[in-house]
């Protein structure tokens, strides 16, 4: 029994128990002593985070299948469904005194429910998604953040909203509240606000995103995780933040989720099959037990061969292992006879050798290639918003030409064609640069309702991307002609065909549809995994589409004549 995809969240309870959630649809309780599985549950779809009940009786889970689930320790046996929400739920949390939980969704709304499902209150006034909650210390109101870069407190008696903190419209993904009550919020620009009745006072803390904070009472300890591979613990009994101890994260950890094993040692989601452990007094990391996993995050058709990339940082080709990297990538851009890859240690590798080539302060998402002046390029995506242009040289070596500002927020498609380099990201924008000058050319600040998941070109110099609004969009110039999808779940990856008539999109539940440009429909609509569909590529040889997905595996979807 361990996990074979990502550690999203892990909770812990007394030293006692560790519970962890999955990419893998798997929830699995641990025996902290031995770090043996002990039972195991699962969700329709992605497990996002766990927590355990005050008093250890109950696990509570959060899932991108719409879903909050209560479940009886240690036998994991179902006790409700939390169900209403309208989109992934990412946080889940108990009332620490009353049989109460709160929900955080991506359909902009907190919820409280009963025990026994049954749904007792909804607070709307986000206008994001809400990535975060947390009941006040004596559980009369709750604290949420969202992408929408304000921090709100409600109230649970009268059902309102008692407090809108707005932290500049930096999106927040994280909170933290102190026995005080005093609130501390972790943000996109690597600060830790503290938000207090006398107002809020921002702490640079890291070099990128904050991800994850956690609070210790008993030490009044706070630690923060980012995405600048950074872990970073502080002390808060005092008026200021004083950092005490610090360390970077192995490549395995993935810095979406720690917490407390006791007083001295932390738990990690990692990349692998199970949990890590730190302990902060000796300094020492343990990662005991954590197997590689084999998701596919990308797929590519290079020289007549399929290649594959995934969590463990290995390269496949035709299902044999030819390079290893040492870090999950997230993408594979051809760029002539090379390949480029990259991921969360924000290396840009080359992926037929494994040889670092350059380093970035954040991880790393998406790859596009274009030529200039008579030489190849490629823009690499990043986390932090940056595209970076790099140029490969007669003799071999990639050059970094120039890091062009697409966007605030994380860069999660790239694409070039026509002359243009395009890109969407995080906070739902478009931009447009010029691959020959590299200067801005057009930007559409709401180009989607939601997060943009992905893009691609086409070889007529128009572009296509999706978004968890459930929508395509095929772009002439920056104005978008609306698509609907047959998705219901978000839309992970797109990819078009080498004519450009058929549009192939892939959703985190499995399901891939091709669209005709020609007719205007959808002539095919399968299901061939109920994991996640991570990237689509198109097969010339073959004249399909190959869907790489997070249970490892690529399917071939077929284009109808």
């Known amino acids: 029994m361990h996990h074979s995809g990502p550690i999203s969240g892990i909770a812990a309870f007394a030293g006692t128990y560790v519970a962890t959630a999955g990419y893998d649809n798997q929830v699995i309780l641990w025996d902290a002593a031995s770090k043996r599985p002990l039972s195991r549950s699962v ?15 109950y696990l509570l889970t959060s899932s991108s299948d719409y879903t ?12 409700s469904v939390l169900s209403d929400h309208e989109d992934d739920v990412e946080m889940s949390v108990f009332h620490p005194t009353e049989p109460l939980i709160a929900t955080a969704s991506r359909d902009h709304r907190v919820r409280v429910y009963g025990f026994d499902g049954s749904l007792k209150a909804v607070f709307t006034g986000h206008t994001a998604d809400v990535i975060s909650v947390e009941w006040s210390p004596d559980g009369k109101e709750l604290i949420s953040s969202s992408d929408d870069g304000t921090v709100k407190r409600w109230s649970l008696a009268t059902g309102t909203m008692v407090k809108d903190v707005d932290l500049g419209g930096v999106e927040t993904d994280t909170v933290a509240l102190a026995s005080s009550g005093t609130v501390y919020a972790g943000n996109d ?19 990128a995103g904050i991800k994850r904070l956690v609070y210790n009472a008993a030490r009044e300890l706070i630690v923060s995780l980012s995405y600048d591979r950074k872990l970073r613990v502080w002390d808060v009994s005092g008026q200021d933040l004083r950092e005490v101890a610090s360390s970077s994260l192995p490549s395995d950890v993935w ?101 670092p080539i350059h380093q ?26 940056e595209g970076l242009v790099f140029s490969l040289g007669d003799d ?66 128009e572009f296509v991307s999706i978004s968890r609004d459930l929508r395509l969009r095929i772009w002439t110039g920056s104005t978008a002609q609306v698509v609907s999808t047959p998705h219901d779940h978000s839309i992970k990856s797109i990819s ?66």
């Open 43 to 57: 969700h329709d779809h992605l497990a996002n985070q766990v927590s355990f009940s005050p008093d250890g009786a």
């Open 68 to 79: 909050a689930r209560l479940w009886s320790l240690p036998d994991l046996k179902l006790v």
């Open 189 to 207: 620009d690597g600060e830790i606000v503290v938000v207090e009745e006398t107002g809020t006072t921002a702490h640079p803390a890291h070099d």
């Open 255 to 355: 810095p979406r989720s720690c917490a407390f094993l006791d007083d001295t040692t932390l738990v990690f989601a990692t990349f692998g099959s199970s949990y890590a452990t730190y302990d902060i007094a000796a300094e020492e990391w343990d990662l005991a037990g954590v197997e590689p996993t084999f998701g596919v995050n990308a797929v590519l058709r290079h020289q007549g061969s399929t290649l594959t990339i995934g969590d463990a940082g290995l390269l496949w080709r035709d299902g044999r292992e030819v390079a290893r990297t040492g870090s999950l990538c997230n993408f594979l851009t051809a760029v002539g006879d090379r390949v480029l890859t990259g991921g969360q240690m924000g290396t840009v590798f080359d992926a037929l050798t494994g040889a």
């Open 360 to 385: 970035h302060r954040s991880p790393l998402n998406c790859g596009a290639a274009f030529d200039r002046d008579g030489r190849r390029h490629v823009v690499v995506g990043t986390y932090t918003g």
């Open 396 to 461: 071999g070596a990639f050059t970094l030409e120039a890091t062009l500002p697409l966007h605030a927020g994380a860069v999660k498609g790239v694409a070039a064609a026509g002359g243009l380099i395009f890109s969407v990201s995080a906070d739902a924008e478009a931009a447009w640069f010029s691959a020959g000058t590299f200067e801005e050319v057009a930007r559409v600040p709401e180009a989607h309702d939601k997060i943009a998941n992905g893009c691609a070109g086409t070889d007529t110099g």
């Open 496 to 561: 078009t065909s080498a004519d450009g008539r058929h549009i192939a999109t892939g959703g985190y539940n499995g399901l891939v549809a091709l669209y005709d440009r020609t007719t205007g429909e959808w002539p095919v609509v399968v299901r061939p995994t109920t994991a996640g569909i991570s990237s689509l590529c198109f097969d010339e040889d073959g004249g399909r589409f190959l869907a790489g997905s997070y249970d490892g595996s690529v399917y071939p979807v077929e284009v109808p004549s």
